[in-house]
């Protein structure tokens, strides 16, 4: 008992030191748990690919080949670690031929793009930014139809995932964010993405997946690091003083647009059975001897679009990327146009929640669904656009949805989650 009471005194007399080993000790142990979370969470990945590498294929098949463009400055230059650890061991392991290629600069991916050979499937490894540089590449290649077939993977390893959201489960935990994402690679569960061409006169065209922001909630957002200083308040402080500089920030344009295409049947999935012989002979025959008749083709009719001036604090066209499960009786993007009457403290109250949110709207929103749209700026001050959350000059653009145009291996879990949240 003695023994204990001296203890604890030692412990009192020295109260500082002792303070501090124990916050030491708890950081320490809290790390080294995580660490062995992560590392079962691997584990249990990896034990699950073996068992796609142990099935056996065919004396004329092939090893599944991957092409896999990463993007080692993402996430502070930790995106290649995070591949080599939490990745490529549960890719190899499945048996799959993985083709590395890795970016040295931005916009390398689209060049990238050019030169890609015939692969089983794409995997972008990065983040928002190197996810928008591969699809644009790909679908600015002359031979795009025969490309834009193949499915792509999404490995989350950037500081903005955004469409990761849509294709995986959601985890805070990054380890457990990246193996899912690359066993639902090896699941082969696809799921049809739309895609946003925007085009102008000067520049080739721009490809995204989820929108185009343009107006001042996106000035600002750009501007709030500018304030890390100011801690939890920088985003809320960004927001006043633009208010300060600068009010109302409305901005003008003129708007055009189509109405939604009616989105055709989907095909099906199972190949029919192959009529007999006799009924394919006769079948012949018959068209010999009664030809069809052909009917006269009939001219296109002429696109019919609707034009408005608008005036608004932020103009946001936007896929429904964000569930892909979502059953839909047209083919549309949504052209969202935020009210600017907004006053000051509503305008840094909804910056807030947009600062968490880019594509949510303002209470006060209006929408309109489009197949295209065509925005005309004025030619100074229009400021930048935010695509996929990558930044470019703002300018006048033209806006085309290219309805189911690629394939994303996505969850079965998450599309049965987002399939129920309808």
Known sequence: MARVVKVFRTLRNHWKKSTFAVCVL??????????????????EACIEARAF??????????LKKAMVILNPAACNGKANALFEKNAAPILHLAGVEVKIVKTDYEGQAKKLMEFMDQTD???????????????????RRVDEE????????????????????????????????????????????????????????????????????????????????????????????????????????????????????????????????RPSLLYRIYHRLHKYWNPPIEEPTKEPEPERWESKDISTLELTVSTHNKNPARRREDDSMVITLDSDSLTVGQFINE??????????????????????????????GAGFYDIDNEEYEAMSVEVRLLPRKLKFFCSAERREQLAQAQ
């Open 53 to 62: 590498g142990h099935q056996l294929i065919g004396p004329q098949e092939n």
């Open 351 to 380: 910056g807030t929640k947009k600062a968490l949110n880019p594509m949510e709207f303002t209470e006060d929103a209006s929408q309109i669904e489009a197949s295209a749209a065509s925005l005309n700026l004025p030619e100074e």
């Open 121 to 139: 499937m794409l995997i972008i490894a990065g983040g928002d930014g190197t996810l928008q540089e591969v699809i644009t590449g790909l679908l």
């Open 26 to 43: 708890s950081y320490g142990g809290h790390w080294l748990y995580g660490k062995h979370c992560d590392s079962v969470l691997l584990r």
């Open 146 to 273: 025969t490309f834009s077939k193949i499915p792509i993977g999404f490995i989350p390893l950037g500081y903005s995932n955004s469409l990761s959201q849509s294709l995986h489960l959601v985890s805070d935990n990054k380890v457990q964010h990246i193996t899912s994402a690359t066993l639902s690679i090896l699941k082969g569960e696809t799921v049809p993405l739309d895609v946003l061409q925007i085009k102008s006169e000067k520049e080739q065209p721009v490809f995204a997946l989820l929108g185009l922001r343009w107006g001042a909630f996106r000035d600002v957002a750009s501007s709030i690091s500018k304030y890390w200083y100011l801690g939890p308040l920088k985003t809320r402080a960004a927001h006043w003083f633009s208010s300060l500089k600068q009010w109302p920030q409305s901005h003008q344009a003129s708007l055009s647009y189509l109405a939604p295409v009616p989105r055709p049947p989907d095909l099906p999935t199972e190949i029919p059975p």
